[in-house]
């Protein structure tokens, strides 16, 4: 048996550096050509055909990303190859797997070529999807890395499947054409190996819409079973989002075009960044219907899902954290710096609807209160701090639990808060003079403006704050701390005030209630200090609060209610139980854990005033024009 001991080389890892392309290296034939079929879509498999023309003599080594950037999980993209075999011109060549994502070939002075199989059938925007209607895949999933060699210009051939029923299929990527045309299979190029895993690719016969942002070509691409849209609406009121951005950080943009590749289903929601595109997720009830006025929720999600994708074009693909310049691909970047990168974005996405028009000022305090009461809401925030959060998202913001609102926070959500708090306190201590869009600017500037023209560097762990007091001239250390390192109470309600906004903090108001002002609040009634959901009809417990109710009288997280105080546990009646009960009331709850069942005393307590409606107040003038400021609206 072969093993990687025969002939083995360092472990030196497959790291996606974005190398810059010399002029020696613009006039080589381009080393390393990927040809990538959609070989049975009904077996949902992909057939790649690496050929490296210059192996290393002593054994090429081939790696496989183990996650994807912007999604922070290690993800093992190598458990979807199904088969792998290397050739070069004189017949078959022995391969060793090293680890879980790299392979060794045995040495060949002549060119090698290594075909392998990938199953795609994931439908989220991370990985590889293929069927019988569309194809999509990130270069993470499917291109192996060819080690020594990242550097090296790429040519990727995208060939059509087979067969009469894809004859309609085309092409949809932010990679530049070599010989292909507009939207059609063909050869496309990239500079070196982490520009290629940058660039998504959708296949299959989609709805394209364009427009121009700043003058810079853009393509919206819409693929799954569309209802009646109203193009002209989407494209117009996605180029605002676009030319606002840009104009933010600057003309011109840092691409020469870009893509937003947007699946359409039942309920799809998601997006992951990418240096000149964008993948999405949207439900059919989000676009926007024709003869349909107003913005309508799900529209406004949507909105926003493509505003923060949009803001990542220069706040985490070019302005990133120095931990992610190189990304590795072979594990683990940590950073506390994902607040800045991610939770300044989540402030941006919906502050750039409501300061292009797309939305009202009562709309937008509408979506902040839903971000407020969903933090103050979650226990988590009084255990992780900020930064403990970004550095722990590894291992615990995209692995939850059932115990997960009790132990972490959003870096998302409340990293989307601190940043206002940050904005508001610098635009109150400069009298207007300064906001957090120069800090963003002079890190665009310092970081992001050059980040593929030359040796990249990223924003170093401390460098963030440095720069935002540089900038505006202010001491923040303390405010930093308190935001980032601390986990008390953020200073939300005063930073409002200065801007007129009036704050109202209840009690939740049915099972639905997000957050958001009312005129005739409920008094504070009782609750039960759980999540719940639904199991055969009956209750079932998803997530209990630390020191809660139901936690308190000894349920856990998956039990189903039987029965309460002798009657059936169904959401109505427990509903209807709360609704009259006081602090104070004792219930007995039966539940299931498992197959058991079990009994419980539960005594119900005051219901925390955790939910927040927010309201503009029309009555200081000076408050009023801050918030214009704010707001630009």
């Not at 060794?104 to 989220?124: E, I, K, M, N």
């Not at 569309?134 to 060939?159: I, K």
Request: proline letters at 6%; aromatic letters at 10%.
């Amino acid at each position: 048996m072969l093993s990687s001991a025969d002939f083995a080389l360092p472990n030196k890892g497959v790291n996606f550096r974005p190398f810059p392309r010399s002029q020696k290296q613009a006039a080589m034939k381009p080393a390393i050509h990927y040809r990538i079929v959609p070989v049975s879509p009904e077996a949902h498999l992909f057939e790649i055909t690496l050929t490296i023309d210059k192996p290393e003599p002593a054994g090429q080594r081939l790696g496989l990303p183990v996650w994807i950037p912007g999604s922070y999980l290690v993800r093992e993209f190598a458990k979807n190859i199904v088969s792998i075999e290397a050739f070069d011109e004189h017949g078959s060549l022995p391969m060793a797997k090293l680890d879980k994502r790299s392979w060794q070939v045995a040495p060949t002075r002549a060119p090698l070529t290594v075909r392998y199989t990938v199953y795609g059938f994931d439908l989220s925007v991370r990985t590889a999807y293929l069927d019988q209607t569309r194809a999509f895949f990130n270069g993470t999933s499917l291109c192996l890395g060819v080690e020594g060699q990242l550097d090296a210009p790429v040519v990727v051939d995208l060939v059509a499947p087979a067969g009469k029923d894809y004859r309609e299929w085309r092409v949809a990527t932010s990679l530049k054409p070599l010989k292909a045309k507009p939207f059609a299979f063909g050869s496309y190029t990239a500079a070196n190996y982490d520009e290629l895993i940058d660039h998504p690719v959708e296949l299959g016969d989609f709805t394209l819409i364009q427009f121009k942002a700043c003058g810079v070509p853009h393509d919206f691409v819409l693929s799954g079973r569309l209802p009646k849209i109203d193009s002209k609406r989407l494209a117009r009121d996605v180029k605002a989002i676009c030319e606002y951005q840009i104009k933010l950080f600057g003309e011109p943009a840092p691409f020469d075009r870009y893509v937003f590749m947007s699946f359409v289903s039942g309920d799809g929601y998601g997006g992951l960044e990418h240096r000149a595109s964008t993948a999405l997720m949207c439900s059919r009830d989000s676009l926007p219907q024709p003869g349909e006025t107003g913005m309508k929720s799900s529209y406004r999600q949507y909105l926003g899902l493509i505003s923060h994708e949009y803001f990542h074009t220069w706040n985490v693909k070019r302005i990133k954290p120095a931990a992610y310049a190189p990304y590795p691909a072979d594990g683990e970047a940590y950073s506390r710096l994902l607040w800045a990168f991610e939770g300044l974005t989540s402030y941006y996405d919906d502050l750039t609807l409501v300061r292009t028009g797309l939305i009202e000022v009562d709309s937008y305090l509408e979506l902040l209160s839903h971000t407020i009461t969903g933090v103050l809401r979650s226990p988590g925030r009084q255990v992780q701090t900020l930064e403990d959060s970004s550095f722990d998202t590894w291992i615990k913001y995209y692995r939850p639990d059932e115990n997960a609102p009790n132990s972490m926070v959003s870096y998302y959500t409340k990293g989307a808060l601190a940043g206002m708090c940050l904005d508001l306190h610098i635009r109150k201590e400069t009298a207007g003079k300064q906001s957090l869009d120069d800090v963003m600017l002079a890190l665009w500037q310092r970081y992001g403006r050059d980040f593929y023209q030359g040796k990249p560097v990223g924003v170093p762990e401390e460098g963030w704050e440095a720069v935002a007091e540089e900038v505006t001239g202010l001491k923040l250390k303390p405010l930093f701390d308190l935001l980032l390192r601390s986990t008390e109470e953020l200073p939300l309600e005063t930073a409002l005030a200065q801007v007129g906004v009036l704050w109202q903090a209840r009690a939740q108001v049915g099972a639905g209630d997000k957050g958001g002002w009312l005129d005739k609040a409920k008094p504070t009634g009782v609750w039960l200090g759980a999540r719940t959901g639904t199991d055969a009809g009956l209750v079932k417990l998803t997530h209990l609060f630390t020191d809660g109710p139901a936690m308190n009288a000894g349920l856990s997280a998956n039990d189903v209610l039987v029965a309460i105080d002798g009657l059936k546990a169904n959401q109505a009646n427990l509903d209807a139980v709360l609704a009259t009960a006081k602090p104070g009331d004792k219930l007995e709850v039966l539940a299931f854990r498992r197959d058991e069942l079990l009994k419980f005393k539960l005594k119900l307590d005051s219901a925390p005033a955790t939910t927040v409606g927010l309201k503009a107040s029309g009555e200081d003038k000076a408050k009023q024009a801050e918030r214009r400021a704010w707001l630009g609206a």
